[in-house]
């Protein structure tokens, strides 16, 4: 169950914690990674999965101004990406494209096509769709969600609406419902919030403390699952928010991220300040669907398993993504710079 790695390893020249899978790139498994030296000038690496799957190749090598603290791929545009970094004391986002000739050797300027210049306080991350094309982008600071409409080929960016998350909460991160374009959940060191983008109004909320990650279910409605300091992992049916439907058990230390696979129903992945990375099944009872009548016996009719904890690491382990386009493929990033791409497939139960 535990066990060293047989991935694919790429070493980074400084300290990292970001990594984002390049799904709209339907040809290659290909991944993006930026890096968070306070010293040196920053980097973006387009990491390419060769066609045998035995090495990671650097494709594009990209100098970026600031500390990388957030990066996203845009899920319909392979060239464009979003991050969120630091300079001293102050925060900022954008919008960059990759330049059409690129190269490892002589790699040209990366392009900002919009800066989300409207925060005035701290940015913790920026959120595309997942599920399609869509020309709205989401920016979350420690006090406020911001609506965007960009037109890339315009490269213009505008706010469409905001809305303050009150005094009460400071806001750390969040997720976009990949089955309802309307739908975002908010993070806060003390709850989790749910928001109409229709009317920028919050719909519900669950009281849930020192959240570090949340990632909705892709492949099964209201679904959500989180990863908390104390609590280790939860998953919950956002119909019902009395209690969990499943807990797993975590990490040794700090569980930091939580990814749903975006292709087989159950598969959860999580990272952790004890550097290891661990594979879950988590499956719902098998006469479907949960009532309230029957809550209170739900932990018990889910069945959780630890399928494989990757522990080969020596530093903490903050950045995780499935491959959209090889599901059972996933990279991980620990601060020290390492990525590693591993397959999920010798650990996977026998039918």
Not at 82 to 108: C, D, H, K, M, R
Not at 207 to 217: G, K, Q, T, W
Not at 305 to 319: A, P, Q
Request: net charge negative; charged share 20%.
């Amino acid at each position: 169950m535990q066990g060293g790695s047989n991935g694919v390893g790429y070493g980074l020249k400084y300290q990292a914690r970001c990594i984002a899978d390049v799904k709209a790139d339907t040809d290659h498994t290909t991944f993006l990674t930026g890096t968070l030296s306070l010293k040196e000038e920053n980097e973006v690496h387009l990491i390419r999965l060769s066609s045998d799957g035995t090495e990671l190749v650097c494709e594009g090598l990209f100098s970026h101004p600031n500390e990388i603290w957030d990066l996203a791929s845009c899920p319909f545009d392979q060239r464009i990406f979003s991050t969120v970094f630091s300079s001293s004391e102050s925060y900022g986002a954008a919008v960059w494209q990759i330049p059409e000739l690129y190269g490892q050797s002589n790699s040209p300027q990366l392009e900002c096509i919009a800066s989300l210049d409207a925060h005035s306080s701290k940015i913790k991350c920026v959120l595309w769709w997942p599920s399609g094309r869509h020309d709205k982008l989401i920016s979350i600071d420690e006090q406020s969600i911001f609506l965007w409409s960009l037109d890339s080929s315009k490269k213009s960016v505008q706010v469409q609406s905001q809305e303050s998350a009150g005094m009460l909460h400071h806001l750390s991160g969040g997720a976009w419902d990949p089955h309802d374009v309307n739908v975002v959940a908010s993070t806060s060191e003390s709850s989790i919030q749910f928001w109409d983008l229709r009317t920028m109004k919050k719909t519900n909320s669950l009281e849930y403390s020192h959240v570090r990650s949340i990632d909705y279910d892709s492949k099964k409605e209201h679904m959500l699952i989180t990863a908390a300091d104390d609590s280790g992992i939860n998953i919950w049916d956002l119909r019902m928010l009395k209690a969990p439907a499943a807990e797993l058990p975590g990490h040794a230390h700090w569980t930091w991220a939580v990814k749903s696979n975006p292709e087989f129903e159950g598969l959860i992945l999580s990272a952790g300040t004890d550097s290891a990375v661990n594979l879950w099944l988590a499956s719902p009872p098998s006469n479907a669907e949960l009532t309230p009548d029957s809550f209170s016996k739900t932990t018990s009719k889910w069945t959780e398993s630890l399928l494989h904890s990757y522990s080969d690491y020596e530093d903490s382990v903050y950045g995780l993504s499935w491959s959209s386009r090889e599901p059972w493929l996933f990279a991980s990033l620990s601060y020290d710079g390492r990525v590693v791409v591993e397959s999920i497939k010798p650990h996977l139960p026998r039918k």
